[in-house]
Each structure stands twice: as C-alpha cells, then as structure tokens.
C-alpha cells in the first residue's frame, strides 16, 4: 500500500518513513502543504498522513481542497496541539483520525491498520481473476485453494496487476505503484520481481495468468485474446 508523509519537520518525517517502510508501505514524503496536495492529486494513495501546521498550505486546507475535488483518500493529521477544537476541525475538515506529537510510531502504524481495514471493509476486501484469489485484509494470497507465500512487495506488485487487469500495464506505472519517489527507475527490479511473483502463482500444471506484452508491459488474464 502507498502511503503519503507530509511534515515539515525532516526529522520527524525520515522517522515515520522509516517505520513504514520497515512495515511494507511504499511511501512518498512531502515537506510542505503545495506539495502534499500536488502529489495527492496525482497519485492513488491508500492513506494521506499529513502534518496540521506546515509551510503553504495547511494539513486542514490540503484536505478541504482534495474533498472538494472527490479525493476520498483516508487522512490521519498529526499535530502537536491537543485542544479539541482543533480535532474538531480536523474531522469536519475531511480528516479520519487524529494523533498527537509527540506519538509512537506502532501507535501510528496500529492507526493505519484499522484506517485502512475499515476502507476495505467498505468495499470488497478480496480481489479474484481465474483461482487467484488475493485477501486484501488478511494479505493472504492462494491459487485453487492453495496458500502463495508472497513478499511484501510481491504481494503489492501482484495487486496492483490484479488491480488493472484486464488491462495491461508497463514498468514506469508499476514503479510509479508499487516503489516510491526514491526507486531508481534503471534498475532491473521490476523483472526480478515479475519472475518472483510468476513462478509462485503460475506452477508447473498451473494455466498460466501472468503474461508479458512485448513492448507495452506485464498482464494478469485467464486467456490472452
């Protein structure tokens, strides 16, 4: 899951990145309130963690603006003041949960968890193409009722292809989806990882579901037309 940090203090940012990161999140980070809404405009987040006082723009405008634009995406503020007015504003703002500096991060990442479940539990939590049926709460993965012991990133890579399915799609978007702003784009992870996950879902005496396009990128489809 992609998740975007905004907060002007470095510190505190590289230390909430880091403790995502360390979870399995791909995160992108954001020092000020114009770059926070730019980059939450352009990207399909899975949760906004964003700072109340910050340069430009306020956490609490950021999320006024991106609701009246429909974005929907979960937002946690982080502030260092604790009056219930400001909570108040937070939440009537567009905000979903609040928490205060100075915070812990497996507080933070226990606050992610249930935003996230709640999210999923508002839509369908599982994903199926073929027998491929991917848990989106439970990040369990199985083939004809058979466990897939997926990483991590495999387990995003995989839904992110599950996600576009029937469409295909090329490396740029699945660096953009499933590595962040700091992924270096000339490296050859993007294969590695597709033959990580295609020797795990697609076994000897498996149909094949996970395809390459030659010159376009990477498809998940029972049958290719």
Known sequence: MRILIADDARKVAEQVR????????????????????????????????????????????????????????????LTARNEVEDRVRGLDAGGDDYLTKPFSIPELLARLRALLRRQRQQSSHTMRIADLELDLIEHRATRGGQSIDLSRREFALLEFLMSSSPKPVSKAAIIEHVW????????????????????????????????????????IREELA
């Open 18 to 77: 880091q403790g995502l990161v360390a979870e399995g999140y791909v995160v992108d980070v954001a020092s000020d309130g114009d770059e926070a809404l730019w980059l939450a405009e352009t990207n399909p987040y899975d949760a906004l963690v964003l700072d109340v006082m910050m340069p430009g723009k306020d956490g609490f405008t950021v999320v006024r603006q991106l609701r009246r634009k429909q974005v929907t995406t979960p937002v946690i503020f």
């Open 180 to 219: 962040d702003q700091r992924f270096d784009s000339e490296t050859n992870v993007v294969n590695v990882y597709i033959k990580h996950v295609r020797n795990k879902i697609d076994q000897p005496g498996w149909k094949p579901l996970l395809h390459t396009i030659r010159g376009v990128g990477f498809l």
